[in-house]
């Protein structure tokens, strides 16, 4: 579901945000001058004004909760309240949100530990994994930036010392152009089911394209010398990376030939168990 985003309001009164809202001006540590910018804080979300520009950004499913968190389940509903919430008290419609950052994704419970997963991720595309951190030093995470977007995959139990396997993957999109068929993205737009849809399509697409090593893959059971060779040198992000297109094509179906008949292969079931959560929170 949609969660992080950062939106240009339009329409809305200057006057009245800074008669609503408690406003501070950011001063130069350096100069000491005062900054034009001003800055609220309101149930997780940053307001920024500068000059005639109005920016919100944050959580939407941080705020259903208060600013406190994003763990829980954030269903459509729930998602609809928060939208409408936003235009009353802002006191313009959602569409006068045109969103220039958008991320989404979903909290998916494992009967394992998350870092199985985690540390089987390898590249995306091209792309080899980073750790950034995720608002915790203690948790394993893999991020793939690329210009357009960035993939995030990280223990979101660990996150909130909660008692569940809970692995979050999400995909943030930073230059709108990557969202395919929109010229513009609007807050009103997140209220259409099938656009919902859509995200959760491209969710899932991104998800699967990640080379993955499935940890479920039984080493005793595969004797020969090169496959366990070659499931070696694909843990290996130069592996991939500095192969030409073509051979990388390649391996990928070699690597999930090897992952179907010697392991369970982890990936696809996240992907269906995506789907089917998905399908559940759309339609509550």
Not at 56 to 83: A, R
Not at 101 to 112: K, M, S, T, Y
Not at 132 to 155: C, G, M, Q, W
Not at 207 to 227: A, G, R, Y
Request: proline share 2%; hydrophobic share 40%.
């Amino acid at each position: 579901m949609p969660d992080y985003f950062k939106a240009l309001v339009t329409g809305v009164s200057i006057e009245y945000l800074l008669g609503k809202f408690e406003f501070h001006s950011i001063v130069s540590e350096k100069s000491g001058l005062i900054n034009d910018t001003k800055i609220a804080k309101f149930r997780g979300l940053t307001i920024k004004i500068k000059g005639s520009n109005v920016l919100l950004q944050g959580s939407l499913h941080k705020y259903k909760n208060y600013g406190e968190h994003n763990y829980n389940d954030f269903n459509y509903s729930e998602l609809t309240e928060v939208i409408n919430d936003l235009s009353k008290v802002f006191q313009v419609t959602p569409e006068s949100f045109i969103i220039q950052n958008l991320e989404f994704g979903i909290n998916i419970e494992l009967p394992f530990n998350p870092d199985l997963i985690i540390t089987g991720l390898i590249v995306h595309k091209q792309t080899k994994f980073s750790c950034l951190p995720v608002e915790a030093t203690n948790v394993n995470s893999r991020t793939f930036v690329h210009n357009r977007f960035t993939i995030k995959v990280y223990d979101k139990g660990l996150q909130y010392n909660l008692s569940q396997n809970l692995i979050r993957i999400e995909l943030k999109v930073t230059k709108m152009i990557h969202l395919k068929g929109f010229k513009q993205v609007l807050l009103s737009n997140l209220l259409d089911i099938e656009v919902l849809k859509a995200l959760k399509d491209l969710l899932i697409k991104t998800w699967k394209e990640i080379i993955m090593v499935d940890f479920t893959i039984n080493l005793k059971s595969l004797k020969s010398f090169k496959k366990r060779e070659f499931l070696l040198s694909a843990k290996d992000p130069s592996f991939w990376i500095n192969s030409t297109r073509n051979t990388r094509y390649k391996n990928k179906i070699k690597l999930q030939e090897i992952t179907s008949y010697f392991g369970e292969d982890q990936q696809q079931i996240i992907a269906d168990a995506i789907e089917l959560k998905e399908c559940q929170l759309f339609n509550t």
